[in-house]
């Protein structure tokens, strides 16, 4: 079984929410804003200024491939906290670090707000997650993903904490092999959180084992009919065929069926009128049509392979001729 950390500091959540205020990426969550917004209040002049310098800063230093320094919340989240700042001071121009210190300062007094609220609960969150994981009951998924992909021999789970009324939490694995980020609410959503680390973490393993060269059957005119299903026409047809693929484990995947005891998220008889730019009506589709051909692979401790990512693509294909 892999070592496993959970982890957060003051620093990387007031990178995230300095990042996810800027809106510089789609991954960016609006709704976190207009909900931090009812509690810091909004935004003077001065504020926005700084936000725009901060996006021209985020979106030079983009997500990449995990084995460059590029990503700017690299030295942000994977570093100790006494760290963060001589790391990031390394992987950016002097003018941009001295842009970057500027910025946290004058948010500083807003952060603070969020964080006096927050601040234990994510003590108390990143202990109840780790204690979770840990829970031999929840050690089987991870051995699961192992013989499906490989191993890794360490993971470390980045907790930030999101706000309360947020309509469902998030994740990320964006920075190096093993470490992902766990956007989460409060401890109701242990179980949830466990499901998203499994799919942030089948990332990782997923490019180990295929290293970014996913190879279909798919013609021409497959991929530019899966460019109508926003997932695709947003992350490209490789990563959206990643990101299908991984799908059909968690979080809504076969994985939850076994964890929270749920049947298959989509019934038998599918919807009628199943939309092309309704994300839950893809993702729906997609599990409930990979469900025993996963199942065959998790049975007979196949490691995903060519054939079942076909076999999922040809399906997201499928979608595109079923829905309107």
């Known amino acids: 079984m892999q070592k496993i950390k959970v982890k957060f500091n003051k620093t990387a959540q007031q990178f995230f929410f300095l990042s996810n205020l800027s809106e510089w990426h789609f991954s960016c969550n609006p709704t976190y804003n207009q909900l931090w917004f009812e509690t810091i209040g909004h935004l003077d002049e001065k504020e926005k200024k700084t936000l725009k310098k901060l996006k021209a800063i985020f979106k030079k230093y983009d997500f990449d491939d995990e084995n460059t320094n590029h990503y700017l919340g690299k030295p942000f989240i994977d570093s100790e906290e006494n760290d963060i700042w001589d790391?990031?001071?390394?992987?950016?121009?002097?003018?941009?670090?001295?842009?970057?210190?500027?910025?946290?300062?004058?948010?500083?007094?807003?952060?603070?707000?969020?964080?006096?609220?927050?601040?234990?609960?994510?003590?108390a969150i990143s202990k109840k997650i780790y204690k979770s994981i840990n829970d031999q009951k929840n050690k089987k998924f991870f051995k699961l993903l192992e013989n499906l992909f490989g191993k890794i021999n360490e993971i470390i789970v980045n907790i930030f904490i999101i706000p309360q009324k947020s309509s469902?939490?998030?994740?990320?694995?964006?920075?190096?092999?093993?470490?992902?980020?766990?956007?989460?609410?409060?401890a109701k959503d242990i179980k949830e959180g466990i499901l998203m680390v499994l799919h942030e973490l089948s990332h990782?393993?997923?490019?180990?084992?295929?290293?970014?060269?996913?190879?279909?059957?798919?013609?021409?005119?497959?991929?530019?009919?899966?460019?109508?299903?926003?997932?695709?026409?947003?992350?490209?047809?490789?990563?959206?065929?990643?990101?299908?693929?991984?799908?059909?484990?968690?979080?809504?995947?076969?994985?939850?069926?076994?964890m929270l005891g749920n049947s298959e998220k989509m019934s038998p008889e599918l919807k009628k009128n199943i939309s092309l730019s309704n994300r839950s009506d893809f993702e729906n589709y997609i599990i409930y049509q990979t469900k025993e051909k996963i199942l065959d692979y998790i049975k007979n401790k196949k490691?995903?392979?060519?054939?079942?990512?076909?076999?999922?693509?040809?399906?997201?294909v499928h979608f595109t001729k079923l829905a309107k």
């Open 87 to 123: 790391n990031v001071s390394k992987s950016v121009s002097k003018k941009e670090f001295e842009e970057l210190k500027i910025a946290f300062k004058v948010f500083e007094k807003k952060f603070n707000i969020l964080w006096l609220k927050d601040g234990k609960k994510i003590d």
């Open 168 to 186: 469902s939490i998030a994740g990320g694995a964006n920075t190096k092999k093993g470490v992902i980020t766990l956007e989460i609410r409060s």
């Open 204 to 258: 990782h393993l997923f490019r180990q084992l295929h290293k970014d060269n996913i190879k279909t059957n798919l013609s021409d005119h497959d991929k530019i009919s899966l460019c109508k299903i926003p997932l695709f026409k947003e992350q490209g047809i490789n990563s959206g065929i990643e990101e299908a693929v991984l799908l059909t484990l968690s979080p809504d995947g076969i994985f939850r069926s076994y």
């Open 303 to 316: 490691q995903i392979d060519k054939n079942y990512i076909n076999f999922v693509a040809n399906t997201a």
